[in-house]
């Protein structure tokens, strides 16, 4: 006689968690209904609604609370529920899709409720708080500088249409002579041979040439263009010297690791718009906070750097390994397979700004000197250049991983002990070939 089978049911992990569905006008919550008889209620977004949303989750002794990552809605009822002591879980929205047809609000607190209950969501990693501030400086002043690259193709565009030739014949139009240059125009100078004085001694093409590339029509459209683009970068530089100083007093507010003076860069500190003595400040407070240089690593500059540390800080404890901490930054290799054969079809795409800095950095080293930037050429030989990017991004996260979590500094191997490995390789396997034709390999005399 056949013996019946228990039916297996999922266990309640969170017996005392609730779940949020967040919106920009109102929030909807649900807890268990064995805990209250409204189990779902609705709260506004105002402040004194926040608390009382967090007051009644207290009341009713609720631990874990689960809410989607809806746009920036979420962040004052998660900075609201993380002080008052709950354990926010902020999810991917991807894991809480509910079933066609089944769509509301309320559907959706109880679906995050229920799945959070059965311990089936997992919160996404968020720093700490100081490091949050530090996070949101950063991200301000990319933005600026992405902003001010704009004013670069505005000033462009508005030479072209003046058929000023002045970007053909210098390679940056904001270095010292480009500005200099283009804040002579603005101020009323018209002739190419005055204009063309103005040359830095370190420009390849001669003052003839510089003179020849500022014939222009000067119409006063295009100089209008021109004078407001040229005001509007003036304007976004200062603005990115505030966020310098505000991230340097950030950096200097953080807990430190190491007292100890930073180490010699073994490489230029090379950072756009900043002073030697600034670079030497920021990789000196970047030292203390982390405990260890990363800019010891080859292909990691220092603003490289200075994202990640405000992206995911020193502490890396939420990875258990470096492949939790390498697929976070989306530089892990695909898992869609099944049969032993990848699943067709692009995988999800994660925008993680800590991983495209890597990638950036991984990028850069086609052209380094090290074993990286070896093992980054050998790569290119044999995938293509964007597999290749990932591949490097992910050897980076591994050292930063270990030497975050080790407190150990990075050493150089050096091309020789890259190369030494590749010919140990090579040679491994074609004694492997030899021996399926049963013959050896003998060394020559």
């Not at 930037?373 to 290119?380: M, P, Q, S, V």
Request: glycine share 6%.
């Amino acid at each position: 006689m056949a013996r019946k089978s228990k039916k297996r049911r999922l266990e309640i992990i969170h017996s005392h968690c609730a779940g949020i569905d967040v919106g920009s006008q109102e929030h909807w919550v649900a807890v268990d209904p064995d805990q209250d008889d409204e189990a779902v209620r609705k709260f506004t977004t105002f402040s004194d609604d926040l608390y009382a949303l967090a007051d009644w989750l207290k009341s009713l002794n609720v631990k874990v609370v689960a809410m989607e990552a809806t746009g920036v809605y979420w962040i004052p009822l998660y900075e609201v529920l993380d002080a008052r002591g709950f354990k926010v879980n902020l999810v991917n929205a991807r894991a809480t899709r509910q079933v066609s047809g089944r769509k509301s609000d309320v559907l959706d607190c109880q679906w995050i409720w229920q799945l959070m209950s059965h311990g089936l969501l997992r919160g996404a990693f968020r720093p700490a708080n100081e490091v949050c501030g530090l996070r949101s400086l950063v991200r301000q002043r990319a933005t600026k500088v992405q902003e001010q690259a704009r004013c670069v193709l505005h000033m462009q565009k508005a030479l072209t249409q003046m058929n000023v030739q002045l970007d053909n014949v210098i390679s940056d139009l904001t270095g010292k002579t480009g500005l200099a240059i283009l804040r002579s125009i603005v101020a009323g100078e018209r002739d190419p041979l005055q204009l063309a004085k103005l040359r830095d001694k370190r420009i390849r093409a001669d003052e003839a040439t510089v003179a020849r590339s500022l014939y222009g029509n000067w119409r006063k459209e295009h100089l209008f263009a021109l004078t407001q683009a040229l005001a509007h970068y003036d304007f976004e530089s200062a603005q990115i010297r505030e966020c310098d100083q505000a991230i340097s007093h950030s950096l200097l507010e953080l807990p430190t690791l190491s007292q100890q003076e930073a180490p010699t860069p073994n490489k230029p500190l090379r950072s756009p718009q900043r002073t030697r003595a600034e670079q030497t400040a920021l990789h000196q407070a970047l030292y203390a906070v982390l405990g260890v240089d990363l800019t010891a690593v080859p292909t990691l500059g220092i603003e490289t750097v200075l994202v990640i540390t405000s992206e995911i800080g020193p502490d890396l404890s939420r990875f258990p390994s470096s492949g939790h901490f390498c697929s976070w930054l989306g530089s892990a290799p695909p898992t869609r397979i099944s049969g032993g054969k990848p699943l067709p079809g692009k995988t999800p795409k994660i925008f993680n700004r800590a991983g495209q800095a890597l990638r950036q950095a991984a990028a850069n080293a086609r052209n380094s000197d090290s074993f990286i930037g070896a093992a980054h050429r050998a790569r290119l030989a044999r995938m293509d250049t964007a597999k290749a990017i990932k591949a490097t991004a992910h050897q980076l996260a591994r050292l930063i991983y270990a030497m975050l979590t080790k407190g150990q500094a990075y050493v150089e191997q050096g091309i020789e002990v890259f190369e030494a490995r590749r010919q140990d390789r090579q040679l491994r396997a074609l004694q492997r070939k030899a021996a399926k034709f049963g013959l050896a390999l003998v060394e020559a005399a």
